[in-house]
C-alpha cells in the first residue's frame, strides 16, 4: 500500500491536483487529501491546491476557498499528488507543474489509468478516487469534515449508490463516514439533487430535443456552444443530464455532447449493462469505466454519433449472440 504520509513527511512543498471539469469525487479527494494532510502536519509543511474553477454546490466543504484555479508556473514541488486523473493530460493547467516535481504520485480508481507517475496507487474496482483515499488513511484521523469530503465524491460517482460500481466496500466505507455525524441528507440534496433554475432549464431543453437510434437502444442530446453562450452555463451546469437521459425505458446507451469549439466535442456516455463504455473512449483517447466514461472527439455532430453508434451496435450484436 501506498505510504502516503511517508512521502509527505520527506517534502516540504506538497500539490495537490484534480482532473479537468471538476466533479464531485475530484474535489472531494483532493479536499480530503488536504484537510487530512493539513491536519497531521500542523502547518510544517506548504500545501497547495490547484482545480479548475470549483461548482458552487461543492463550496460547503471545508477549505473550499483555498483551491487555485491558476497555475504557479515557475513554482517546482517536491511532491505532487494527482487525483482522479487516468492520465496526466487530465491535469489541464496543472500538469506543467507535475512534470516539474520532483516526486509524484498518482492515486486513482480508473481501470484505463495510465500509470503515468513515480508512485501509482490505483484500484480499478474502487468506486471512487475517494473510497481509494479513504484506504489509505488512518480511520481514527478521519474527522467529520474530512468525511464530508469522501463521502461526496462516493455519493457523485456512485450516482448516490446506484450504479453498479457500488459494492459491499464502498457501504462499509460510506458507514464508517457516516458514524463521524455527517448528514447524508443535506450532502446528497445540496451537491447532487438540487439544481438552479438555469440548470433545469438547460437539462428540459436536452430531454425535449434528445433523439433515439438503434430501435430505441440509444439515446443522444448535444449541446451547442451558442447554447452554452445563451444560457451563461458551464460545462458543470450539464452534471446529472446524462443519468436523466440514462433512465429512459428500452435505452441500453446514453451520449451526452457538449461542444467544445467548432469541430470539437466533448463525449459522455453511460451504460445500463451491455455495453462497456470505457472500450468504446478508449478508442477516441478517452476513458473511465464500464457503466461510465467519456472522451473527446474532433468532427461534426453526425460524425461523433455515426462513430459511437457503430461501436455500440457491434457490442450490442456481440451480447445477443452469446
Excluded: W
Aim: aromatic share 8%.
Amino acid at each position: 500500500m501506498l505510504e502516503l504520509l511517508e512521502l509527505v513527511n520527506k517534502a516540504d512543498t506538497v500539490a495537490i491536483a484534480g482532473h479537468l471539469c471538476p466533479d464531485g469525487d475530484s474535489v472531494g479527494s483532493c479536499l480530503g487529501v488536504y484537510n487530512y494532510l493539513t491536519r497531521e502536519f500542523k502547518g510544517q509543511k506548504q500545501i497547495d491546491v490547484y482545480q479548475e474553477s470549483v461548482p458552487a454546490e461543492f463550496s460547503f466543504l471545508e477549505n473550499a476557498q483555498i483551491i487555485r484555479a491558476e497555475a504557479a508556473p515557475d513554482k517546482i514541488y517536491d511532491l505532487f499528488i494527482a487525483l482522479d486523473c487516468s492520465s496526466v493530460d487530465r491535469l489541464g493547467f496543472a500538469e506543467a507543474m507535475f512534470h516539474k516535481a520532483k516526486t509524484t504520485v498518482n492515486i486513482d480508481h480508473h481501470i484505463s489509468n495510465t500509470n503515468f507517475a513515480q508512485y501509482n496507487h490505483v484500484e480499478g474496482e474502487a468506486s471512487s478516487a475517494c473510497e481509494v483515499v479513504y484506504g489509505l488513511m488512518d480511520k481514527d484521523k478521519i474527522d467529520q469534515k474530512i468525511a464530508e469530503c469522501l463521502y461526496l465524491g462516493i455519493v457523485h460517482d456512485t450516482g448516490v449508490f446506484k450504479h453498479s460500481n457500488t459494492s459491499k466496500k464502498t457501504m462499509e466505507v460510506a458507514g464508517c463516514l457516516l458514524e463521524t455525524g455527517i448528514s447524508s441528507s443535506q450532502i446528497i440534496d445540496d451537491s447532487f439533487y438540487r439544481k438552479t433554475y438555469l440548470q433545469n432549464q438547460i437539462l428540459g431543453r436536452c430531454l425535449l430535443e434528445s433523439i433515439l437510434l438503434l430501435n430505441g437502444r440509444i439515446i443522444f442530446s448535444f449541446v451547442p456552444q451558442k447554447i452554452m453562450q445563451l444560457y451563461g452555463a458551464v460545462p458543470s451546469d450539464l452534471d446529472g443530464i446524462i443519468d436523466q437521459l440514462r433512465v429512459t425505458e428500452g435505452v441500453e446507451v446514453a451520449i451526452l455532447v457538449r461542444e467544445e469549439e467548432t469541430q470539437r466535442n466533448k463525449v459522455s456516455m453511460r451504460s445500463n449493462g451491455k455495453v462497456d463504455v470505457s472500450r468504446i473512449c478508449e478508442m477516441f483517447g478517452g476513458g473511465g469505466h464500464k457503466m461510465a466514461a467519456g472522451c473527446t472527439i474532433n468532427g461534426s455532430i453526425h460524425d461523433v454519433v455515426n462513430n459511437l453508434s457503430v461501436q455500440i451496435e457491434h457490442q450490442l450484436n456481440a451480447y445477443t449472440e452469446q
